[in-house]
């Protein structure tokens, strides 16, 4: 069973960088799909980025493009997002997930249901 444990929230003026890390124990990301989602108060869980197996491709969210870049290490026991230019709307709850199943055409990647591993998240909050 892998356990996923996010680290690297915090509370980062607007403009503002923040890196999230994404670790995981009882087995790694070797041939998983990972992703991060997040959650705002009295919001649904929304998708952020995913990378395919391997690290080759990425997709990212409308809202992110351009700001955030999703990244796996080489070991393949490491997911980050790094987030730059961090506006207010992106203060949520941040979730790691990998996803046993699915097809490394990512844009069919994009909802909860498709990952079975998630982490307990961390949270971010951008001050304006």
């Known amino acids: 069973q892998v356990q996923l444990v996010e680290s690297g929230g915090g509370v980062v003026q607007a403009g503002g960088s923040l890196k999230l890390s994404c670790a995981a124990s009882g087995g790694t990301f070797s041939g998983k799909i990972a992703g991060w989602f997040r959650q705002a108060p009295g919001r649904e869980r929304e998708f952020v980025a995913t990378?395919?197996?391997?690290?080759?491709?990425?997709y990212y969210a409308d809202s992110v493009k351009g700001r955030f870049t999703i990244s796996r290490d080489t070991a393949e026991k490491m997911v980050y997002l790094q987030m730059n230019g961090l506006k207010p709307e992106d203060t949520a709850v941040y979730y790691c997930a990998a996803a046993i199943g699915g097809s490394n055409w990512l844009v069919t990647m994009t909802t909860r249901d498709q990952y079975d591993y998630w982490g307990q998240g961390t949270q971010v909050t951008v001050s304006s």
């Open positions: 990378t395919s197996r391997g690290g080759g491709s990425t």
